[in-house]
């Protein structure tokens, strides 16, 4: 049966959209009836209705998306901090007096990847008990903390503590961020803003290749420490999501929120009552963690949010951007590696601002399955003309321009699918019981695979080769390509619930109707 609506704190509404445990669904016929006298679908619900023609107002949904991704735009300006500071930290060793060997300096570029691995679970279960914003606020004060160990460091160990505290702000916001934003949107934006977060994040990079090349690394610590504190002034005065609030029984301040982020002509009660309803009947149906953990969704949604992370990070990318450099240069470019660098940072901001276009229109699975085909191919090309390169194979100086093609082509189409749409997947395939703490361990797997491919990348092409390495990352991207194709739903234009009811093998149609069956 299809129960009547109760607000979290267990009072009635006062809403017309009441259906008693009486009313009989007895065929389709019915069942539409009842929608059509009582309300409409969970779907419309979350989009449009017939009482807001256009939806509710994007533009404030845009900026609240925007100001939430600023965090990323701070992480992805200490993730590009290692670049300026050159080969095996040179740059860094000479500007500072410090005597740094490579592998310290190898230390330092990947503790980063620690020191978000370490905060992925325990933010999850923060942003439950204060809130997304609270949470993204506070993550500030080690932003800070961490920036300035950096800048006035005076040894090797000090240079590591402050990345891994940077990385501990850098991979909470890679948790919050998506979540916040994944909460805020409507559906039919829903992907153009979990793109942001990419977006800003290799935007973030770039800024830090650019003013890298022309500053000092001390003055760019400085400007990097200051992007969280803008951060913080402007995401001070965005709203807390209506999800959080509904979790906490917290109507008033949800219909406020809604009303912030929607506009003041759109009529967000039908959309506050359909989320607070699933909100209800999830709480009615409330189980350990463990249990909801073990369920098909739940179980699915983990497989698929751990499988785009594995094929993200040894897709071959950040071998891809280590090489950019030295391909560029083989290829006859009479570019210095800077500007190489630049070039390549370019690209990536390029191609994922326009995946934050097209995604709500092409769709997750495609946009994946573009991605991950360029990949393989690109690798595989790849591991040919390195193979042909240490070989001395004749004619390979004549092709010099095939790695510049592919290593371009990778960069594009890795940025248009693999690198934005799996983060922006985690605030979409999990339920509200489970999203906190499985979307944490699906970035906590992340951040270990970045860092096993950080730190060992040069161990495993020293054992076996710039080409086979290359082909390794081209028959993982194959696989990748099998993954997408037979086990990622796709979720343009889909409600969270119709999501669940998908994972779970049941019927997504009709929505809004999943109450307890008779």
């Not at 949904?61 to 095996?88: C, F, H, N």
């Not at 001390?218 to 979790?247: D, Q, W």
């Amino acid at each position: 049966m299809v129960r009547g609506y109760q607000t979290m704190g267990g009072e009635s509404s006062s809403s017309s959209l009441l259906v008693t445990e009486r009313t009989p669904l007895r065929s389709v016929q019915s069942r539409r009836m009842v929608e059509k006298n009582i309300g409409i679908s969970q779907q419309t619900l979350v989009s449009t209705s017939s009482d807001n023609e256009n939806g509710g107002r994007k533009l404030t949904q845009y900026i609240a998306g925007l100001a939430a991704t600023l965090g990323a735009l701070a992480a992805g300006m200490v993730l590009g901090w290692t670049s300026p500071a050159g080969k095996d930290g040179v740059n860094l060793a000479k500007e500072y007096n410090i005597p740094i060997s490579p592998t310290e300096f190898s230390w330092i570029g990947s503790i980063f990847n620690l020191g978000a691995a370490t905060i992925c679970v325990p933010i999850g279960i923060l942003t439950d008990v204060i809130g997304r914003k609270r949470a993204m606020l506070i993550l500030v004060v080690p932003f800070t903390i961490g920036w300035i160990l950096i800048i006035w460091s005076n040894s090797v160990v000090m240079f590591d503590i402050g990345r891994y505290i940077l990385g501990v702000s850098g991979g909470a916001f890679c948790v919050t961020a998506p979540m916040y934003t994944g909460e805020i949107a409507e559906s039919s934006i829903r992907g153009s803003l979990g793109s942001y977060f990419q977006l800003m994040l290799t935007a973030g990079i770039l800024i830090t290749y650019i003013l890298g090349s022309v500053l000092s690394i001390f003055t760019l610590s400085l400007i990097s420490a200051v992007v969280p504190l803008i951060f913080f002034g402007i995401f001070f005065f965005m709203p807390e999501t209506p999800t959080y609030y509904l979790k906490k029984g917290q109507i008033n301040e949800a219909r406020e929120s809604y009303k912030w982020l929607r506009g003041p002509d759109y009529n967000i009660e039908p959309e506050l009552e359909a989320q607070n309803e699933a909100l209800a009947e999830a709480n009615r149906n409330q189980v350990s963690f463990l249990t909801a953990v073990r369920s098909k969704a739940a179980l699915k949604g983990l497989f698929i949010a751990f499988g785009l992370m594995f094929f993200q990070q040894l897709s071959g990318v950040n071998a891809i951007i280590f090489y950019s450099g030295s391909i560029f240069e083989t290829a006859g470019s009479t570019m210095n590696s800077d500007v190489a660098t630049i070039v390549v940072g370019s690209m990536q901001v390029i191609a994922v601002f326009v995946s934050t276009l097209i995604v709500d229109r092409l769709g997750r699975r495609l946009l994946l399955l573009i991605s991950s085909v360029a990949m393989c191919l690109t690798t595989l090309i790849l591991g040919v003309y390195f193979y042909m390169k240490i070989h001395k194979v004749s004619g390979v100086d004549s092709i010099g321009w095939l790695p510049l093609v592919a290593i371009c082509t990778f960069i594009i189409l890795f940025s248009l699918g693999f690198g934005p749409i799996p983060w922006m997947m985690m605030g979409e395939i999990f339920d509200s019981q489970v999203k906190s703490i499985a979307g944490s361990s699906a970035c906590l797997f992340n951040w270990l695979m970045a860092f096993i491919v950080t730190k060992f990348f040069s161990d495993i092409q020293d054992a076996l080769g710039t080409d086979m390495t290359f082909w390794i990352f081209s028959i993982i991207c194959a696989v990748a390509v099998v993954f997408v194709f037979f086990i990622v739903p796709e979720t343009k234009g889909k409600t969270l619930e119709q999501i669940q009811i998908e994972l779970g093998g049941g019927d997504p149609t009709p929505s809004g109707f999943h109450g307890s069956k008779s």
